[in-house]
């Protein structure tokens, strides 16, 4: 399984750009789809964005679509997150995990990582 460690993270202001990163042990990174949850305070966490194991197919929570990009670098087994135009509404801890592939459902038996904390000012 992938064991995620979630960086990047930082405060910015709203209209800003953070680039997150996932550095994922587990020398079968490239054989899972790899997707990137939130968690805003007082709530559940929540879906944001997958990616295909080749990495050819993306898809994004439509909170997110078009401000964010998902991508991945299987030789450096790791995940990354641009986030574009962050509102405050963005504001939230990261987390990346292995996903059932076509769904935005976390693989059973994977780990989370502390994530990655994002916070934008209006």
């Known amino acids: 399984q992938v064991q995620p460690v979630e960086s990047g993270g930082g405060l910015v202001q709203a209209g800003g750009s953070l680039r997150l990163s996932c550095a994922a042990s587990?020398?079968?990174?490239?054989?899972?789809?790899m997707g990137w949850f939130r968690r805003a305070p007082g709530k559940e966490r929540e879906f944001v964005a997958r990616?295909?194991?080749?990495?050819?197919?993306?898809y994004y929570a439509d909170s997110v679509k078009g401000r964010f990009t998902i991508s991945r670098d299987n030789a450096k087994i790791t995940l990354y997150l641009l986030m574009n135009n962050l509102k405050p509404e963005d504001t939230a801890v990261y987390y990346c995990?292995?996903?059932?592939?076509?769904?935005?459902?976390?693989?059973?038996?994977?780990?989370w990582g502390q994530g990655t904390q994002v916070t934008v000012s209006s």
């Open positions: 990616i295909s194991r080749s990495g050819d197919t993306s």
């Open positions: 995990n292995a996903v059932v592939p076509g769904t935005s459902r976390v693989l059973p038996g994977g780990s």
């Open positions: 587990g020398r079968a990174f490239s054989g899972y789809t």
